[in-house]
């Protein structure tokens, strides 16, 4: 499918969940009642966006117009350097983004995404997933919120629909419902300086996607001292939250008298994402003076040649 992206100028009607329009002065007053600390939290800003329906092109045509009052996530500047990505729900093939605009909390956009090859009676079941980041030169670009907005039940023939909608926290049931757990087993071989780590399989991880899926892969690092000093990573396994990776991986263990005594593993679980930085879902340190599963690693420094099998939890 193709998508082709390009500029034109839009006004925005501001149109509130109901459908109705919403005058600045219309305040809700729940949200009277909210503490200050509680409104700097879920004050995200303001996503506007355009949707109308192409016939003759057998096409949906999607713009971002802009977004207001976002939060700045370089502290340094009091600014962000903010983003939109938008996908296709539930099939999250469709994947565009906007370019990003440099130090500003209020980006105007106005970029038309038109995605081709979906029939009318197709949008019903889809559903528009915006993610709106701000983008970091050396590290992972930081997530701001999304906006979900679904087409079920709109009428897209005749007209075209602008809209405004509060841009919401990511993840917000990952730190209730935990990060989940993966399964390792671990061998060390004293006499060849190695350590086998086999990522078995993981489980009950957290949804990544609104589809209630992610795309998880696992990173492995071996530290000494502290020193990240090598790394692996196993395949992605897409859409789901049970991956199974049978992965077995062979490290080389610096040559010491100390065993295994300033060795530590690292494991960081991800969700790939094809167009954005991916995101860690948990992570984990396996021995070493920090490391939190000391029971495991005890196990495998007093049984050497043997595989060791142990569920982990996933932090955050």
């Known amino acids: 499918m193709n998508v082709s992206g390009e500029s034109k100028q839009t006004e925005c009607v501001i149109v509130n969940e109901q459908g109705g329009l919403k005058s600045p002065s219309d305040k809700d007053e729940s949200n009277r009642e909210k503490s200050e600390d509680e409104l700097k939290i879920t004050k995200l800003g303001s996503l506007y966006f355009q949707v109308e329906y192409d016939k003759a092109k057998t096409a949906l045509v999607v713009t971002i117009v802009r977004a207001a009052d976002l939060p700045a996530k370089d502290t340094s500047v009091g600014s962000s350097d903010p983003y939109v990505k938008l996908q296709l729900l539930p099939e999250k093939r469709h994947k565009v983004k906007t370019r990003v605009l440099r130090k500003t909390l209020n980006p105007v956009y106005d970029e038309i995404f038109t995605f081709y090859g979906i029939d009318y009676n197709q949008l019903q079941?889809?559903?528009?997933?915006?993610?709106?980041?701000?983008?970091?030169?050396?590290?992972?670009?930081?997530?701001?919120?999304?906006?979900?907005?679904?087409?079920?039940g709109l009428d897209l023939a005749e007209h075209s629909l602008e809209l405004c909608r509060d841009i919401s926290p990511r993840h917000i049931k990952m730190h209730s419902a935990g990060r989940g757990e993966l399964l390792l087993s671990l061998c060390y071989q004293p006499a060849a300086n190695r350590l086998t780590v086999v990522v078995l399989k993981a489980r009950n991880l957290p949804k990544m996607d609104v589809t209630g899926l992610s795309d998880p892969y696992v990173k492995i690092y071996l530290l000494y001292n502290g020193q990240r000093i090598a790394k692996k990573k196993t395949h992605v396994k897409k859409r789901t939250l049970n991956p199974v990776y049978n992965e077995s991986f062979l490290f080389d263990v610096p040559c010491n008298n100390e065993g295994l005594q300033n060795i530590s593993l690292e494991f960081l679980l991800l969700d790939w994402d094809r167009m954005t930085k991916n995101e860690v879902i948990g992570r984990l340190e396996v021995g070493g003076p920090k490391g939190t599963e000391c029971t495991h690693w005890s196990e495998v420094m007093n049984c050497p040649r043997k595989q060791i099998a142990e569920w982990h939890k996933l932090h955050e």
């Open 125 to 152: 079941g889809l559903t528009l997933h915006f993610v709106a980041l701000s983008f970091d030169r050396f590290s992972r670009d930081d997530i701001i919120g999304e906006v979900l907005y679904p087409l079920s």
